[in-house]
C-alpha cells in the first residue's frame, strides 16, 4: 500500500517535467531576446525601445494565458449527477446488465442528458459513480470527470475542458505570436550572423538558436491552432473529432454544431472586451449544451462514425503527444 503510494507520488512528479522545460525554453529565450539581441546586438535607441516594448506586450499576455491555462484545474460534474446512496446502493446490488441500464435511465430522465454509449445505454462512470454529462469524459490522469473534455495536455499537466478551453486557445495565440514576433524581428540580424558579418561567438550563438527555435515552435503552433480554430467553428472537442458522440437515434457528428457565430461565443462569451483576455467568460454551466436540431427545429442528421468504447489507456492529442484519458462510455 505505501508502496503503491510512493508510486502515485513519483508519477504525478514525472508529470511536471513537460511544464519545466517548457518555462526552462521560455526563460531562456527571453533572456536571448532581451539581453543578447535587443541590448548586444541594436544599436538604434528607437528600434531597442519599440522591439522590447512589443516583446514585453506579447510576452506578459503569453504567461498569463500560459498560467491560467496551467492552474485553472478542471470542472467535475455537480452533485446532482452522482447517485445518491439508496440509487447506489440499488444500483449495486442489481446483477444483470439490463437492471443496471434500466436504473440508470430512470434516473437519468431528470438529467439534462442526450448522450448515450455505442450500445445505447447511459454513460455512467464506474470510477467517480455519476451519471455523465453531455461532452464529460473521466481522464485516468487526473483521476477525475472532467465537464467537456477537449484532451489531457501532458505539456501542461491538466485536462482542457470547459473551465479552461478559452484560456487554451489564448495560449495557442499568444505563444504563435511570441514566436513570429521574435523571428519577425531577429531574421534580419539572424542573416547577418549567418554571414559571418558578426563575431561574437556568445551573442551570435544565442541569436541562432533563438531564430531556430522560435521558428519550429511557430510551425508547431500554427498547424495546432488553426486545429483548434477548426474544431472551436465546428463545435467539437478533439475526442468527439477521434470518436463521433452517439445519441438515441445514433451517432451525429455535428449534434453541437449550432453555427460559427454561436458556437465562438459557447466558448469566449458575449462580452467582446473580455475576448483577448484569460478570464474566464464562456456560457453556460458545462453541464449541458444547445444541440443543433433543437435550435433549427429539425431531426438530427445521422452521420456514420465509429462508436465510443469503454476504455482506459492513451489516445495521441493534436500536440503530437501521447495524451492520457480514460473514456468509460
Not at 506586450?57 to 470542472?75: A, E, H, I, N, Q
Not at 449544451?289 to 462514425?305: A, D, E, I
Amino acid at each position: 500500500m505505501l508502496l503503491s503510494a510512493c508510486l502515485r507520488r513519483c508519477a504525478r512528479l514525472l508529470y511536471w517535467i513537460p511544464v519545466t522545460i517548457i518555462i526552462m525554453v521560455v526563460m531562456w529565450s527571453y533572456y536571448a531576446y532581451v539581453v543578447h539581441f535587443c541590448w548586444i546586438l541594436l544599436t538604434c535607441a528607437t528600434q531597442r525601445v519599440v522591439f522590447l516594448c512589443l516583446f514585453h506586450v506579447c510576452f506578459g499576455m503569453f504567461l498569463w494565458s500560459f498560467w491560467k491555462t496551467l492552474s485553472t484545474p478542471p470542472s467535475s460534474p455537480s452533485v446532482e449527477f452522482q447517485l445518491s446512496s439508496s440509487d447506489s446502493m440499488l444500483y449495486e446490488q442489481e446483477m444483470g446488465g439490463l437492471e443496471k441500464s434500466q436504473i440508470l435511465l430512470e434516473i437519468s430522465q431528470k438529467l439534462p442528458v442526450h448522450t448515450r454509449t455505442a450500445t445505447g445505454a447511459i454513460r455512467f462512470c464506474h470510477h467517480c459513480q455519476l451519471i455523465k454529462p453531455d461532452r464529460c469524459h473521466h481522464c485516468s490522469v487526473c483521476q477525475m470527470c472532467v465537464l467537456k473534455m477537449d484532451h489531457h495536455c501532458p505539456w501542461l499537466n491538466n485536462c482542457i475542458g470547459f473551465s479552461n478551453y478559452k484560456f487554451f486557445m489564448l495560449f495557442l495565440l499568444y505563444s504563435l505570436l511570441y514566436c513570429l514576433l521574435i523571428v519577425s524581428t531577429v531574421t534580419p540580424t539572424f542573416i547577418e550572423l549567418w554571414l559571418g558579418k558578426l563575431f561574437d561567438s556568445c551573442v551570435k550563438l544565442h541569436v541562432l538558436f533563438l531564430t531556430l527555435v522560435s521558428a519550429m515552435f511557430a510551425v508547431t503552433l500554427c498547424f495546432l491552432l488553426f486545429f483548434h480554430i477548426w474544431l472551436l467553428t465546428s463545435n467539437k472537442t478533439t475526442l468527439e473529432w477521434l470518436s463521433v458522440p452517439f445519441f438515441v437515434d445514433g451517432p451525429a457528428s455535428e449534434a453541437f454544431d449550432v453555427g460559427v457565430r454561436a458556437n465562438f461565443l459557447q466558448v469566449f462569451g458575449k462580452k467582446k472586451s473580455l475576448w483577448p483576455f484569460p478570464v474566464f467568460s464562456s456560457e453556460g454551466d458545462g453541464h449541458s449544451f444547445p444541440l443543433r436540431w433543437q435550435m433549427s427545429s429539425h431531426s438530427p442528421s445521422l452521420m456514420n462514425g465509429n462508436g465510443h468504447c469503454a476504455v482506459e489507456g492513451s489516445v495521441v492529442s493534436p500536440e503530437g503527444v501521447s495524451a492520457t484519458i480514460a473514456v468509460d462510455d
